[in-house]
């Protein structure tokens, strides 16, 4: 399963590239064959040109739940396609989202979109506990990245869903990215658990609790993966970086996945990369019975392509 491997030489150390961009998802999502997305209040501008944009690379078929009379609309002010897909007309928000989370549930369809609905009503339909999507106790934000400046795709958890997690959370979130990168492809992602240093502060609990998460690798009790911890950003994604400081590391200057110690530092590095480093993204909410796409308000059209495709990936 996954995308080609290639090995490559970086200063004397082997580096494993998975993925090197988001275009390598396409190959994925098509040898995975074509998935069933349901998109709840699909009556949305830029879920809707993403979805006939996905669709008609023939990856998805879209089942498109909401107002049909805004739906036919919006499509017919941009020009957009939409005879040959399901349309479930439901007017009301909160039945629209739970129409489209039954359908993923009774597995009639693969994937679960956000469209024009408030992320709140959206997610209390996703946990509800009768007729929701909940599989583990910890629903989490995975992002992955093409930036330019670095050699391969990187991955980011949690910039979205988890304000302040604790430890046992932290791990949740970690293992939730992890297998999701495992279904990628990646059969031992390197994860950097990233604070402000590289060294052991009783002071800083972010540097304990990366020191923690290694271990508990290094003893297999987070499995298909290799994390190390503390690493500050620089050393986690800069090989020149790591040797001037002197950390000898599988994880440094070669990271696949980031994982921050909170939601403000992953927010602010996950706008960064988008807004200073024109980096390209994809996202997707994990710890689902089935990946959920879930997109900022703020990120383009090219981004919820590229978060369908990567759902459809796996």
């Known amino acids: 399963m996954g995308g080609k491997i290639t090995m490559t030489m970086t200063n004397e150390k082997t580096v494993t590239n998975c993925l090197t961009k988001l275009t390598d998802l396409n190959a994925l999502a098509t040898r995975s064959g074509k998935k069933k997305l349901a998109v709840a209040v699909a009556h949305d501008e830029h879920c809707l040109e993403a979805i006939c944009a996905v669709d008609k690379m023939g990856l998805v078929e879209a089942i498109l739940v909401g107002n049909e009379k805004k739906i036919h609309e919006l499509a017919k002010k941009l020009s957009l396609d939409v005879s040959g897909m399901k349309i479930i007309n439901e007017a009301v928000d909160a039945q629209s989202v739970k129409i ?9 369809a ?6 024009n609905v408030p992320t709140q009503i959206f997610l209390r339909g996703v946990l509800d506990k009768e007729v929701g999507l909940r599989k583990g106790d910890v629903l989490s934000h995975f992002a992955l990245f093409e930036v330019p400046t670095y050699h391969k795709l990187l991955g980011l958890t949690d910039a979205a869903m988890i304000p302040a997690p604790d430890f046992k959370t932290k791990v949740a979130l970690t293992a939730n990215a992890v297998d999701f990168m495992n279904k990628l492809g990646y059969a031992r992602p390197k994860v950097a658990a990233l604070a402000a240093v590289e060294m052991v502060n009783e002071a ?40 001037h400081k002197g950390i000898v590391s599988e994880v440094a200057g070669d990271a696949d996945l980031l994982v921050v110690p909170d939601i403000e530092a992953g927010n602010i590095l996950y706008k960064a990369f988008g807004f200073s480093a024109n980096a390209k993204l994809a996202a997707v909410v994990l710890g689902a019975a089935a990946p959920i796409v879930l997109t900022s308000r703020s990120d383009t059209e090219e981004s919820k392509q590229a978060s369908i495709i990567m759902a459809a990936a796996i």
């Open 204 to 243: 800083m609990p972010a540097t304990l609790e990366a020191a923690l998460l290694s271990k508990m690798s290094q003893r297999g009790q987070i499995r298909n993966c290799i994390i190390d911890g503390p690493l500050a950003y620089d050393n986690a994604v800069s090989a020149a970086s790591a040797k």
């Open 110 to 115: 693969d994937i679960l979109m956000k469209g």
């Open 100 to 108: 489209a989370v039954k359908m993923v549930r009774d597995k009639q």
